[in-house]
């Protein structure tokens, strides 16, 4: 009795929403590290956390556009 070979199969293609919710993630981590050196820093010191994530933000609610307007505007990075 002959045995068929198995055909090879394709890779599975990449986890979409898995790499999308690390981004977040990674997303939201960078602005937490801007608000800290905010909160850091002689002038941000007295001002609440929360109040210095909106001035960073600037009312936004899309972190990944925040994230690339203050890339964007860092000159160091």
């Known amino acids: 009795m002959a045995f068929a070979k198995r055909k090879e199969q394709p890779a599975p293609p990449p986890d979409l929403a898995g790499q999308i919710l690390k981004l977040r993630g ?3 981590a960078f602005l937490d590290a801007k608000v800290a050196e905010l909160k850091a820093s002689r002038d ?3 001002i609440p956390v929360d109040q210095l994530r909106h001035m ?4 936004d609610t899309c972190n990944c556009r925040v994230a690339m307007n203050l890339l964007a505007a860092d000159p160091r990075l």
């Open 26 to 28: 990674q997303v939201e």
């Open 44 to 46: 941000g010191a007295s």
């Open 56 to 59: 960073l933000t600037l009312g």
